[in-house]
């Protein structure tokens, strides 16, 4: 069982940058592939980025690639989303999903809250 706390959203102008966060509890954490997913009003959720177990292997969206990147510290049971040069249309309520690094949202057991990032053109 993993529980999942992100952190770091907000408003910010086009062209800024964000980190997120996603703190889990459970000893188990550094034995989970981890993924961030987002959805914007509207729309279904969507893959952001998903990271394997060590941090050695990443995956990007293409809509983020060149912009977002994710890493992990299992020392401290976080995994990261940074977000650089941020676009209106990255707005959208970002989640943490644990369990896979695939693309589809089914293959992810467990979830986080959310956390609101709006950006400003």
């Known amino acids: 069982q993993v529980h999942l706390v992100e952190s770091g959203g907000g408003l910010v102008q086009a062209g800024g940058s964000l980190r997120l966060s996603c703190a889990a509890s459970?000893?188990?954490?550094?034995?989970?592939?981890m993924g961030w997913f987002r959805q914007a009003p509207g729309k279904e959720r969507s893959f952001v980025a998903g990271i394997n177990w060590s941090g050695g292997t990443t995956y990007l969206a293409d809509s983020v690639k060149g912009r977002f990147t994710i890493s992990r510290d299992n020392a401290k049971n976080t995994v990261y989303l940074q977000m650089n040069s941020l676009k209106a249309e990255d707005t959208a309520v970002y989640y943490c999903?644990?369990?896979?690094?695939?693309?589809?949202?089914?293959?992810?057991?467990?979830w986080g809250q959310g956390t609101q990032v709006t950006v400003s053109s």
């Open positions: 459970g000893r188990t954490f550094s034995s989970y592939a």
């Open positions: 999903a644990a369990g896979s690094m695939r693309d589809s949202a089914n293959t992810y057991p467990y």
